[in-house]
């Protein structure tokens, strides 16, 4: 069974998963060969169904943030690749400390001007 027909049931809209996607679309130096297959990924639910899928069909994980510092081979990633974009910012005060939780593909610029506040 292929790629595509292993994902189909996954239950993500459509236009969140690419198949042949070129990675040259997705890294600062715009280079590289397309990803079998990429999925945007903007929830911890998301993240979790297409975990499940892939680790119950034995297909290969890459995780890639914005890009940067990131090359890609001319032939590629096989399997599926993650995008992940799960923005949240939470800043919590407590006694004698600030816990920050911070999402997955949350711009560092962002987190920078709400931390300083």
Known sequence: MDLQEQLKNLKIEKEK????????NHTTFKIG?????????KTKEELGKVLKIANTEKIP?????????????????KGITLKINIE?????E????????????????????????
């Open 94 to 117: 407590k006694k004698q400390t600030i816990e920050i939780t911070v999402g997955a593909g949350e711009k560092l610029g962002k987190l920078a001007r709400n931390v300083l506040k």
């Open 17 to 24: 998963i690419r198949y042949q996607e070129p990675m040259k």
């Open 33 to 41: 060969g397309p990803a079998e297959c990429l999925v945007k990924i």
């Open 88 to 92: 949240k910012i939470e800043i919590e």
């Open 61 to 77: 994980i890459t995780v890639i943030g914005n890009g940067s510092n990131l090359l890609v081979t001319d032939k590629g990633i």
